[in-house]
């Protein structure tokens, strides 16, 4: 099932792990951005789109599992 993927060159560059956090913490901070994005990170974005879009699944995932954990934790 796995025989394409090669796990050796996931994220395995700079650029590509700053695309899954940037991801991961857009969705986890409630808050509006206070400054535009540069240029060279709308690229790396741009160029690293996939693993953005996986750390804003990850992002949801770690809401529902905080909401979960404090109805776990109050109800």
Do not use: D, T
Request: hydrophobic share 50%; glycine share 6%.
């Amino acid at each position: 099932m796995l025989n394409g993927i090669n796990f050796k060159e996931f994220l395995n560059k700079p650029g590509e792990v700053h695309a899954l956090v940037e991801g991961l913490c857009e969705v986890l901070c409630p808050w509006r951005a206070r400054y535009k994005p540069s240029s060279e990170l709308l690229e790396s974005l741009k160029k690293e789109h996939h693993y953005y879009a996986f750390g804003r699944a990850l992002g949801v995932i770690v809401w529902i599992l905080i909401a979960k954990l404090v109805q776990v934790i109050f109800w």
